[in-house]
């Protein structure tokens, strides 16, 4: 297994990530003992990286890590874990207060039987909660040694690097991820998160990488995804947006490509993501060792070249402005120098 530093910190991660969504959930995941075998299986392929949150299967994924981390080198493995969503009814049970926060981290802990976390990520935006008292209750958790580092997810571009300022003002730990929503058919983040993250030295982590399952392949033909099943699930976030005609002609260059080179159709769809070194680390979501293989293949082999821009060249994103106005007016004033642009920012792609 490949790899990469976080961001611009020295913590080395795997390129593929175990996502624990899947340990305990009753429609759509797996029970403790298939956990256990995902996590030997992840370990033994030279994997040490692994994301959970509170709000998976209601704490039992973090309840389920804690019971089949034991016996494994806790040095070794660099263990993620998020808050933010509501824990229960009562109003202080969510968001990023700094009560929450420490309760929420304090609770993690204790399911996972650790004593601290590599990563801890805000799970989302908070809008009553003031920036600077999360940061500030992030970095506590820091300094007192609960969490090594801080990231966030699903933030919008400018509240991630707002909150890395206040950071950097008040001498604070800085976020050092981000994780989002990406794949080859919901390429969002191209536009506004990516070039964040670079310019704020933080990794990119992406979540739901196969679109729920759709770049797998197994939903070609068929009309109506079955209830049970990661696709099914999470529809009212992804589905409509996913299943359109372009999208499943993706689908289908995704494993011709794949017949073509011999691997699976998963391998192909994270290797594309994991061609840009500003992506860290694809989160592998699976329910048995079997769904999981393709997706380790993915931390060692590399997508070649031409492939690579086969598929990025099928459903290109549409950015938009300002990115329209910059394809005109950026790149008439400043490319036309004899200077090398070694120092420019990162900005969507402008053809
Ligand atoms: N930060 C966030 O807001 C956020 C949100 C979502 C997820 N996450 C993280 O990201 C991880 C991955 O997310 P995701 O589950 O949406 O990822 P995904 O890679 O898009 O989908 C994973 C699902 O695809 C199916 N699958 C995977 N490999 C397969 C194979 N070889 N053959 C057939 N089907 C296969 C399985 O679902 P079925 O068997 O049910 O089809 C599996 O649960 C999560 O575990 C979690 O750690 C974070």
Redesign the pocket.
């Known amino acids: 297994m490949k790899h990469r530093y976080l961001g611009n910190s020295g913590l080395a991660v795997s390129r593929v990530?175990?996502?624990?969504?899947?340990?305990g959930n009753q429609s759509?995941?797996c029970n403790e003992k298939a956990s256990q075998e995902l996590l030997d299986a992840y370990i033994d392929a030279g994997g040490n990286f692994i994301?959970?949150?509170d709000l998976?299967a209601e704490t039992e994924?973090e309840s389920i890590l804690g019971n089949i981390l034991k016996g494994k080198r806790r040095d070794e493995l660099v263990i993620a874990s998020?808050c933010w969503f509501p824990m229960n009814e009562t109003p202080n049970a969510r968001g990023l207060s700094r009560k929450h926060i420490v309760e929420a981290c304090e609770a993690s802990l204790k399911r996972m039987k650790l004593d601290y976390m590599d990563l801890y990520?805000i799970?989302?935006p908070d809008p009553y909660t003031p920036i600077e008292e999360t940061m500030s209750a992030l970095n506590d958790l820091v300094t007192s040694g609960k969490v090594r580092y801080i990231g966030c997810?699903?933030l919008y571009a400018w509240q991630l690097v707002k909150a890395n300022a206040v950071a950097q003002q008040r001498n604070y730990a800085p976020f050092v991820s981000g994780?989002?929503?990406y794949?080859l058919i919901r390429r969002d983040i191209e536009t506004e998160i990516v070039p964040a993250c670079v310019d704020q030295g933080m990794g990119v982590?992406?979540?739901?990488?196969?679109?729920?399952?759709?770049?797998?392949g197994?939903y070609r033909g068929v009309e109506v995804?079955v209830p049970?099943?990661?696709?099914?699930?999470?529809g009212h976030i992804?589905n409509d947006r996913l299943i359109w005609k372009e999208a499943l002609e993706l689908v289908d260059l995704v494993c011709e490509i794949a017949d073509q080179v011999g691997k699976?159709p998963?391998t192909v769809a994270?290797s594309w993501i994991l061609k840009d070194y500003a992506i860290t680390s694809?989160?592998?979501?699976?329910?048995?060792v079997?769904?999981?293989?393709?997706?380790l293949e993915a931390g060692e082999w590399d997508l070649p070249d031409d492939l690579h821009a086969q598929l990025t060249a099928k459903l290109p994103r549409e950015h938009g402005y300002p990115c329209d106005w910059m394809k005109v007016a950026l790149v008439s004033n400043f490319t036309k120098t004899e200077l090398e642009p070694n120092r420019a920012q990162r900005f969507p792609p402008l053809s």
């Open positions: 990530c175990l996502g624990t969504m899947t340990f759509w995941g994301d959970t949150a998976y994924s998020k990520q799970h989302g997810s699903n994780q989002y929503l794949n982590l992406c979540w739901s990488p196969l679109a729920s399952g759709l770049l797998t197994k995804p049970g099943l990661r696709f099914k699930e999470v992804l699976s998963v994270l694809v989160l592998a979501g699976a329910r048995s079997e769904q999981l293989a393709p997706s």
